[in-house]
């Protein structure tokens, strides 16, 4: 039983040891440029089944000085193709919609290597093919990644949007007459990037 505790009791310490030493190594702030897909779709959709779409996402990164204990935040500006093919039925519909999102992310480093995400997200709708949408929707982020000291960067993440960008007013009116839900963006993203100075 004492061996085991003492075996359980070094390898936090080390893990507690690894965090520290590579927050450390990871030394100041430092700006990068990220890119990869995201897989959106639509929920709330009305006559119509939401079908996950692919699209691009892409944008500068500013991941600011972890402290001794591996905590950080990250400052992202990023160009995202969103939407959903909508089946109807008899026909699948492609809706797309373009935004430029602002997460702002609290980072903890676990390891040497890897990292996990959370924070809210700011999205700006910049247009869309049809349909109308708000000019502004409050999402929630989150996700893992890795980051070695050369500046490599691979991020994983789930967006799920909490506010409505339905902006028709036909469809919120008939939305509210049958005590429907609004229409929320859904999705997750996958990509890489690299950040520029010193080690």
Avoid: W
């Avoid at 004492?2 to 070094?10: C, D, N, P």
């Avoid at 089944?49 to 000085?65: E, F, N, Q, S």
């Avoid at 093919?85 to 919609?97: A, F, H, M, P, S």
Wanted: aromatic share 6%; glycine share 16%; with cysteine.
């Amino acid at each position: 039983m004492r061996q085991t505790l003492l075996v359980i009791g070094t390898s936090l310490l080390a893990a507690i040891c690894s965090t520290t030493t590579h927050a450390q190594a990871l030394s100041g702030t430092r700006l990068g440029l990220k890119g990869g897909v995201s897989i959106t779709t639509l929920d709330g959709v009305l006559n119509a089944t939401p079908k996950m779409r692919g699209g691009i996402v892409l944008g500068p990164v500013l991941r600011l000085k972890p402290n001794k204990q591996g905590f950080s935040v990250q400052l992202e500006a990023l160009l995202s193709a969103q939407g959903a093919n909508l089946d109807t039925g008899t026909e699948t519909i492609k809706r797309d919609t373009y935004y430029f999102n602002v997460p702002v992310l609290l980072r903890q480093y676990i390891s040497r290597l890897f990292y996990v995400n959370v924070g809210p997200q700011l999205g700006l709708h910049l247009g869309a093919g049809q349909g109308q949408y708000k000019t502004a929707e409050a999402a929630v982020t989150g996700g893992f990644g890795l980051e070695t000291a050369d500046g490599f960067i691979v991020d994983a993440r789930l967006n799920y949007g909490l506010s409505d960008i339905n902006d028709n007013p036909g469809e919120r009116q008939l939305r509210q007459q049958l005590g429907i839900g609004g229409l929320h963006n859904r999705g997750g993203q996958l990509t890489i990037g690299y950040l520029f100075g010193k080690k």
